[in-house]
């Protein structure tokens, strides 16, 4: 039997040029660029804080940053992170084709609250995105519920940021979700935990001897002299698994630290065959990856050197990481063979050079190298709901393409490009869709991109 929900008026609580939905990376680009572009501009995020995957998950890494690459905003937050002290660690990953940066997450908070204020948006926190106004194919603003209720925004264009394309799909745009023979999406992670009190010494002198006894079970190791990074230790989960029953859902473990630090981050959890879109799915992998996380805690104390009498700590979790849900269909689909070639295109508004990073539903995981190539604005655009925008892990691409624009100096890229697109449809008066990509590019360059 089904509930019948009576029907209610629901109050006009704020109206905007632009609304922004979602403050993750690609969100806090997008409100940063159209409000700085001179339009009213709200920012709506379901956490009381900013960052989506790299503080909430969290995360803590800028993968894949190239300076080269990655210009505008991106950069921009870099540079004001060094001069904070909100970079804790960098190094180049020759995998990922960049840097890995490691964040305060309390400081990249800061920074992008005060970014966002300074640029004169307004903040909306703790407002989850219930529903999109609709009106003759054209979104005119959102419905959200809150502590104080459901209420409405109104704008005259919506980015959607939301990284699951939230508004998108209750808008009626046209998306897709995973891999086209069988709509399943890349496996789920929990990032963490943290251990305290291992013995550093102990544990790089054992990687290196074991990466030269079984090359074969070390699928990565860095060691500049400062930090080193190391994945893969299969033999040990195995063993694990046979002799204790305990399970990190994958074959690989990462292992990251600085040398002389007794703290040392671990990471592998992985929950595949969820579906990000599912209240229940979702309840069911953090669950799961729970449990994995005492269970890497317990193989790392056993198995590994370095960690015996470690000390577990944990980064505070506020959600699991997923890395692909729905994908908003736009004007053009970018394709893995984009991406590989090295596509440029006339109405480019980004560019990228991070690999297709696959963590396949199986549980598995493959890398496809990439040159550096060009994202076309038409990916922004939903092809058939008007004023409508989207940025970051939602634009318009093929299931294997998106796991190279997941990466966030891509999704910020795509947010920046966002928001200046949304300042120009509003001082125009035209949709989205009437725009050329060129005229955007330009205004990009100009601010660095």
Not at 398 to 409: D, K, N, V
Request: glycine content about 10%.
């Amino acid at each position: 039997m089904d509930i019948k929900e009576a029907a209610r008026e629901i109050p006009i609580a704020l109206n905007a040029d632009v609304i922004v939905a979602g403050g993750g990376v690609a969100g806090i680009s997008a409100a940063l660029s159209a409000a700085r572009s001179g339009v009213d501009t709200i920012l709506v995020e379901r956490y009381g804080f900013l960052g989506g995957t790299v503080t909430a998950c969290p995360m803590k890494w800028i993968g894949g940053y190239n300076p080269k690459v990655h210009g505008g905003i991106m950069r921009e937050v870099i540079e004001r992170l060094r001069r904070e002290d909100g970079i804790t660690r960098e190094f180049h990953n020759p995998i990922i084709g960049g840097l890995m940066i490691e964040v305060a997450l309390d400081v990249f908070k800061e920074v992008s609250i005060s970014m966002l204020e300074k640029a004169g948006a307004r903040l909306l926190f703790h407002s989850w995105i219930a529903d999109s106004i609709v009106e003759d194919c054209k979104i005119c603003g959102v419905i959200i519920e809150s502590k104080s209720g459901r209420q409405a925004i109104t704008s005259k264009i919506v980015i959607d940021a939301t990284g699951d394309a939230d508004v998108a799909a209750r808008a009626g745009a046209s998306c897709e979700i995973g891999r086209p023979q069988d709509g399943r999406t890349q496996a789920m992670t929990l990032c963490g935990p943290t251990m305290d009190n291992v013995d550093t010494a102990s544990l790089i002198t054992f990687i290196h001897s074991y990466n030269k006894e079984h090359p074969e079970d070390i699928k990565e190791f860095i060691d500049n002299g400062s930090v080193f990074a190391a994945s893969g230790f299969t033999q040990f989960i195995k063993r694990a698994k046979d002799e204790s029953g305990l399970s990190i859902g994958y074959d690989t473990i990462w292992i990251n630290g600085k040398r002389g630090d007794p703290k040392v981050e671990l990471s592998g959890s992985t929950v595949a065959g969820a579906d990000g879109t599912n209240v229940l799915d979702l309840t069911r992998a953090e669950v799961i990856s729970a449990k994995q996380l005492a269970d890497m805690v317990a193989i790392a104390k056993k198995y590994i050197p370095g960690f015996k009498n470690s000390i577990r700590m944990d980064r505070g979790s506020a959600a699991i990481g997923v890395r692909e849900t729905r994908r908003v269909m736009g004007r053009y689909i970018l394709t893995e063979e984009d991406i590989v070639n090295g596509r440029k295109f006339d109405d480019a508004i980004a560019q990228n050079s991070t690999p297709m990073d696959v963590h396949s539903p199986e549980g598995s995981q493959s890398w496809t190298q990439a040159h550096p190539y060009d994202i076309p604005y038409r990916c922004l655009v939903s092809k058939n709901v008007d004023n409508l925008l989207v940025a970051g892990r939602c634009i318009s691409t093929t299931s294997r393409a998106l796991a190279s624009t997941r990466f966030i100096p891509c999704c910020m890229a795509t947010g920046e490009a966002a928001g200046v697109a949304a300042a120009i449809s509003v001082e125009k008066g035209v949709p989205p869709s009437s725009l050329n990509g060129a005229e955007i590019r330009k205004i990009l360059i100009k601010a660095g991109v």
